[in-house]
């Protein structure tokens, strides 16, 4: 039997999620979680950035407005295999859900890849619309089995004040 024909589990998809479980769970082994999510938030940012330009560039827009930025977000995860969804949104504040990682399985015990999700979602919301601070309530990668995400959009609101989570703001 030649290797072409051998029943394994390998192609292009799979192969990436389990290199970025490794590197993560490399970082995560070597310097803790805490700093291998640090070094996930600039991939992360780096991403936020180029996914922002494309959507702008796309639709044609300078900057996006709320609803905008929440269907951006719906879509680019719908894109790479999630399935985040709008529970709300408003002025002060986007909610998602999400039943379905972009890492599959491979996320399971890597709480470091959800700033890919934080960074993503804090950059585009922080570059059209002012500010963001990104909470992640719950995520799969913690083994919660669904992932509740918010973005408050107004820095002196009480309840952004006191959650928990990721500032970001707009570059000028």
Request: glycine share 8%.
């Amino acid at each position: 039997m030649k290797a072409s024909e051998a029943n394994v589990p390998l192609e292009r998809d799979l192969f990436l999620r389990s290199l970025l479980r490794e590197l993560s769970g490399v970082l995560q082994d070597i310097v803790g979680v805490e700093q291998a999510s640090g070094y996930i938030s600039i991939v992360g940012q780096n991403m936020g950035d180029w996914i922002n330009q494309e959507y702008r560039r796309a639709l044609n827009c300078p900057t996006l407005n709320r609803e905008q930025v929440t269907d951006v977000m719906n879509d680019l995860k719908a894109r790479i295999n999630g399935t985040f969804y709008a529970v709300s949104q408003n002025d002060e504040k986007l909610v998602f859900g999400n039943t379905r990682c972009p890492f599959e399985d491979k996320v399971a015990g890597r709480p470091s890849l959800c700033m890919m999700t934080s960074n993503v979602f804090g950059t585009i919301a922080a570059e059209n619309l002012g500010y963001a601070k990104v909470c992640l309530h719950k995520t799969i990668a913690n083994g919660d089995g669904e992932c509740s995400v918010t973005v408050y959009l107004d820095p002196d609101n009480s309840e952004t004040i006191a959650d928990q989570g990721n500032e970001y703001f707009r570059a000028e």
